[in-house]
């Protein structure tokens, strides 16, 4: 038989881990029930999930698995939002490969706070006339809205604490925590106070300058 492979979490990750809200495995069997109830409402139906980068990468690659039919999948990137600017509206960084034109979209979502972003996505992408879009988010902090968004898929609902891991970042770090934690914030800026530690000779592969 074959050995699971376990990711482990270093070290360095659990001065700044406050408490872990969500474990691996309650992720992964909320994560399976919303592919399960996706793939009853789209059988038989061209589905394109579509994860919406960064934060989503990691959630989109797990529902994704937990869908039995074929499904087609692409990424998006888009601009922070800048609430006083534009409206709120945010601009692609990263289309979309193919057409999306009489397809049936599922966006996905790390986390929706305000509904900018998703509410701006879903104005840019219903031009291009799919068949449909629909939203699947991991997690939703309905109290942070400024804007409603049609939510169809939500695996839990969230405090307004600051979280990290699964995909959720603080500066872009943090992202590849496998749970979903709070985050102390005091102990991160403690962390990146401490001086670099010095690069093992046997980690050295190229070094510039
Ligand atoms: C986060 C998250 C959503 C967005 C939600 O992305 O991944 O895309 O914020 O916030 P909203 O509902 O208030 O619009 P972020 O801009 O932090 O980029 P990232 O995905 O690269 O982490």
Do not use: W
């Not at 692609?92 to 790390?110: N, T």
């Amino acid at each position: 038989m074959s050995k699971a492979l376990v990711p482990t979490v270093k070290e360095s990750f659990l001065s700044v881990v406050r408490e872990v809200v969500y474990d691996q495995a309650t992720i992964l069997g909320r994560v399976g029930e919303l592919g399960r109830r996706i793939d009853s409402d789209y059988r038989g139906r061209d589905l394109l999930v579509v994860g919406i980068l960064k934060g989503a990468f990691v959630f989109t690659c797990d529902l994704i698995r937990s869908i039995p039919s074929p499904v087609g999948l692409d990424f998006i990137s888009v601009s922070r939002y800048h609430p006083g600017r534009d409206q709120g509206r945010v601009r692609i960084l990263k289309d979309l490969q193919g057409e999306i034109a009489g397809r049936h979209l599922l966006l996905v979502e790390d986390i929706i706070d305000t509904g900018l972003t998703v509410h701006s996505l879903l104005g840019l992408l219903s031009r291009r006339k799919p068949a449909s879009i629909t939203v699947c988010t991991l997690l939703d902090r309905r109290d942070l809205r400024l804007v409603e968004v049609p939510i169809r898929y939500a695996g839990f609902q969230a405090s307004a604490e600051f979280l990290i891991g699964y995909g959720l970042d603080y500066r872009d770090r943090y992202r590849n925590l496998p749970y979903i934690a709070s985050m102390d914030l005091d102990a991160e800026r403690v962390r990146i106070s401490q001086p670099d530690e010095p690069v093992r000779d046997s980690l050295l592969v190229y070094q510039a300058g």
